[in-house]
C-alpha cells in the first residue's frame, strides 16, 4: 500500500492510495490540473485512476470533481445522502454507493461514520492498514477496536484551540469549529493517537491545517506532549499545496 497527500486544507483536499494495483482518490477539492501535476510528480497517470471516494460534498472536498471526471470518467463512491449535491455539479455521473464494508477492485474500505455540519460525512479504514479521517467534531468510540495498531494513520488535527479563541474568525465560527459537527483540535487528536497507535504503526500523517488557527510547530508539539515519537518510524505534518511524500506500508 502506498499513498500520499496531494493537497490539505480549507482550500482542496485530495489524497492518492494504491493497493496492489488499484489506485484511487479520497476526495478531489483541488483543481483537475493541479491533480495531473502532482499524480505525474509520483509516475502516475491520472487516466489510471479509476476511482474517487467521497468522505462529504463540501466544496473544499468535491470541486475539481466536474473537470476531472469529464476528462477521466472514474466511478465515484459516495452515500445516498451525498447524489444530490453531486448531481448538481455533475449531472448524470457514475457512482456506487457505499456500504458499512465494501470490497473494491479487492481493496477493503470499511466506512467510519464521522460528524461534521453536513448531513453525512464519513472517513475509512482501508486494509485493515490506514486509518484515513478527517472533518469531525469527534471519534466515536465504537470505531476505537477497529481502528486500533493501524500501520498509517492519515488524521486531521485542525486547529490550536488558544490562536482560535484568540484570532479573528467571528464568534459563531469559533463555536462551530469548537463543536462535535466542527474539528477536531491539535490536542483531541492527539489524545486519539496517544489511544490508537500500536507496535504495528509506523506513520502518523496530520491534516487539513487551519492556516489561521494553526501552525506545523503547535501541531508536532501538542502530539509529541502525548506520544513517544520512537513508537512511529514517522510522522508527517501536510501542507496545503505540497504534495506529502509517497509512504509505503
Same mark, same amino acid.
Given at each position: 500500500m $502506498? =499513498? =500520499? @497527500?496531494?493537497a490539505s486544507g480549507s482550500k482542496g483536499n485530495s489524497t492518492f492510495v494504491e493497493v496492489? !494495483? *488499484?489506485?484511487f482518490l479520497i476526495d478531489l477539492g483541488v483543481s483537475c490540473r493541479y491533480i495531473e501535476k $502532482?499524480? $505525474? #510528480? @509520483? !509516475?502516475? /497517470?491520472?487516466k489510471s485512476i479509476k476511482n474517487i471516494l467521497i468522505t462529504h460534498t463540501h466544496n473544499d472536498h468535491i470541486c475539481g470533481l466536474p473537470s476531472f471526471y469529464k476528462k477521466y470518467q472514474p466511478t465515484i463512491y459516495i452515500l445516498p445522502s451525498m447524489l444530490k449535491d453531486l448531481k448538481l455539479i455533475l449531472g448524470d455521473f457514475k457512482y456506487e454507493f457505499f456500504s458499512e464494508s465494501n470490497i473494491i477492485d479487492e481493496t477493503l474500505i470499511e466506512i467510519i461514520k464521522t460528524s461534521h455540519d453536513k448531513e453525512e460525512s464519513i472517513g475509512f479504514l482501508i486494509n485493515n492498514k490506514l486509518v484515513y479521517i478527517t472533518d469531525t467534531g469527534y471519534i466515536n468510540k465504537k470505531y476505537f477496536n477497529l481502528i486500533k495498531n493501524k500501520? @498509517?494513520?492519515?488524521? /486531521?488535527? !485542525? *486547529?490550536?484551540? #488558544?490562536m482560535l479563541l484568540n484570532g $479573528?474568525?467571528?464568534? *459563531?465560527l469559533k463555536q462551530r469549529i469548537l463543536s462535535d459537527k466542527g474539528h477536531l483540535s491539535n490536542k483531541v487528536a492527539s489524545q486519539y493517537l496517544s489511544k490508537? @497507535?500500536? /507496535?504495528?504503526t509506523k506513520y502518523i500523517i496530520l491534516v487539513h491545517l487551519s492556516e489561521e488557527n494553526n501552525t506545523e510547530e503547535r501541531v508536532l508539539e501538542t502530539l509529541l506532549s502525548h506520544i513517544d515519537k520512537n513508537n512511529v518510524e514517522k510522522i508527517i505534518v501536510a501542507e496545503q499545496y505540497d504534495r506529502t511524500e509517497l509512504v509505503e506500508v
Open positions: $502506498k =499513498t =500520499t @497527500i496531494l496492489d !494495483n *488499484h489506485r $502532482k499524480l $505525474k #510528480e @509520483i !509516475n502516475i /497517470e491520472p500501520e @498509517i494513520y492519515i488524521l /486531521e488535527s !485542525n *486547529h490550536d484551540v #488558544e $479573528k474568525y467571528y464568534y *459563531h490508537l @497507535i500500536g /507496535e504495528q
